[in-house]
């Protein structure tokens, strides 16, 4: 691919790789921009196989699986174990072969969803995208999230950013960027993003409380990048998601200024190993959160 941001890990002499390894605010920045070179790339073989007639399985969970997830995270896992070797990855497609049945990440580690939104996907819905997060003492510190079928690319480090017609393998060239900043709350209402596929009775019952103007469906982790682009509100979840499905859109928020915060006002927290990696509910701000 063409660029590709060099990763400067600072390393502490004679400590494990897991508690020594710390990524600075630029470090951050960098880290982003290599998880969107990668993103692109995982799209082209995404793409590729949401443009054929292609056939879908089922996983031991009951939810959809094809090519493309396994695809795309097979070059997101060798990419990244050849750029960032030594930070443990948790990917899907592996933890769902795996069972889970691997050691605890470690302080910092990798979030993939190579397909996020599959439903959207195998229904030939857009609304999919490709996630790719670090994680840093269970706060996402870096994250990309890439709509191949919407050419949008997003990444959050320190600062959040946005690639508009970016084609599956094209490189993210930084001066092509635009930042991006979530929004303060209107006057007129705020505008909620809600699942398309995993909207619940808890949710519609929260959304009630405040005072709502509209409500959108998005599939995948899009929700959070619309609500980052400054272009809503809200996003609450009470439907089952994993930390691979959050991670990136929760770093990209929180890069553009908002929150991922639990029902209880809590951080939505990672390397939740006992829990198999399962988020419990949460509500995603674009500013201060108002419940």
């Not at 996003?235 to 929760?250: I, K, V």
Request: hydrophobic share 45%.
């Amino acid at each position: 691919m063409g660029y590709r941001p060099r990763i400067a890990f600072t390393m502490t002499r004679g400590t494990p790789l897991m508690s020594s390894v710390s990524a600075s605010p630029a470090e951050r920045d960098r880290i982003a921009l290599l998880f969107a070179d990668i993103a692109s790339e995982a799209g082209v073989a995404v793409m590729d196989v949401f443009n054929s007639d292609f056939e879908t399985r089922e996983k031991a969970d009951s939810s959809p699986v094809s090519d493309a997830d396994e695809r795309a995270e097979e070059i997101i896992l060798e990419r990244l174990s050849r750029e960032m070797p030594g930070v443990p990855v948790i990917a899907e497609e592996q933890a769902a072969a795996d069972g889970l049945a691997h050691r605890r990440p470690g302080d910092m580690f990798i979030l993939v969803d190579p397909v996020d939104g599959t439903r959207e996907f195998v229904n030939k819905r857009r609304d999919f995208t490709v996630n790719i997060g670090l994680v840093a003492d269970a706060v996402p510190i870096a994250g990309c999230v890439y709509a191949p079928a919407h050419q949008d690319m997003f990444i959050g480090g320190m600062a959040a950013r946005v690639w508009t017609n970016l084609a599956p393998g094209e490189p993210a060239a930084p001066a092509a960027a635009a930042p991006i900043r979530s929004r303060a709350y209107p006057g007129s209402g705020l505008t909620a993003v809600v699942s398309s596929s995993h909207l619940t009775k808890h949710t519609v019952d929260f959304l009630d409380k405040l005072s709502i103007a509209e409500r959108v469906s998005f599939g995948s982790s899009l929700k959070f990048c619309r609500i980052a682009a400054g272009s809503a509100d809200v996003y609450p979840r009470w439907g089952p998601t994993m930390e691979w499905d959050t991670a990136a859109g929760h770093a990209i928020l929180s890069a553009a200024g908002g929150c991922v915060m639990t029902p209880e006002g809590e951080p939505l927290g990672y390397g939740k190993l006992k829990d198999g990696f399962r988020n419990g509910p949460f509500i995603a701000w674009g500013d201060k959160p108002l419940a």
